[in-house]
């Protein structure tokens, strides 16, 4: 980094050391409170769209527009009967989403944005930090807080992975004979299952899932399905823990 920002900064016009670090991205391995806030933000800016989509199938399932869940019943039927037209659909409905999303393409090229990176609300502490070398040069006392205001954002963190490996090791208990009698319940639920989806009809299977799935609200019940229940009953590895 050293000898690029000299060899730039003896052309003509000198390149000075801000824009080399900034161009080569040298601080990006770097941590940074307000570069955590913004990567966060754009990572659920891209599924917001996955977001949107499973609330308005809840909507659907829970029958708030009953004009739209029955047409929504009409294609599913379409698409169990000639599964020939669901890939020539979805790559339909992009084509359209495309063409709707030209009325508001961007009509100027891309500029710093200070609201996406999250400039002009962050809090002078995380500037000063995210600005200071590495090794520090900061006291004692400012290091502990910003060390401690860390493990604040870290321990959620912890939780988060903590709870998506606790689902995991259920998944793997199912077969682990871990708990004797859930994985023998599970065994006869797939060989019960094996012989039921051999003699049906894949048609028919899936005519009655949806239907189960996307049922009156009427017919549902405000207390978890048992198989729902049955898994958070599962073991996990949590128990074993210091």
């Known amino acids: 980094m050293c000898s690029l920002h000299k060899r730039l900064g003896r052309m003509e016009p000198p390149v000075r050391r801000e824009v080399v670090e900034f161009m080569s991205d040298a601080r990006s391995h770097l941590w940074s409170m307000r570069r955590s806030k913004a990567n966060f933000f754009r990572l659920m800016q891209v599924f917001s769209g996955f977001i949107a989509a499973g609330k308005w199938f809840g909507d659907v399932c829970q029958w708030k527009n009953p004009v739209t869940t029955v047409l929504v019943h009409v294609l599913f039927i379409m698409l169990v009967f000639y599964p020939d037209l669901i890939l020539p659909t979805i790559f339909l409905y992009m084509f359209l989403i495309g063409l709707w999303n030209y009325r508001f393409r961007p009509r100027v090229p891309p500029h710093m944005n200070t609201r996406i990176s999250y400039a002009d609300v962050a809090h002078p502490d995380e500037l000063d930090e995210e600005f200071d070398t590495f090794p520090t040069s900061k006291s004692a006392d400012l290091i502990r807080m910003r060390y401690d205001r860390l493990r604040h954002v870290a321990g959620r963190i912890q939780t988060v992975v903590g709870d998506i490996a606790t689902q995991g090791e259920r998944l793997q208990s199912l077969l682990s004979w871990r708990d004797p009698r859930a994985t023998a319940m599970f065994l006869l639920f797939c060989l019960f299952t094996a012989i039921i989806l051999y003699i049906t009809p894949f048609q028919v299977i899936a005519l009655c899932l949806g239907f189960f799935w996307m049922r009156h609200p009427r017919f549902r019940h ?16 949590t128990d074993s823990l210091l």
């Open 222 to 237: 405000k207390v978890p399905a048992a198989p729902v229940n049955f898994f958070r009953r599962l073991p996990a590895k």
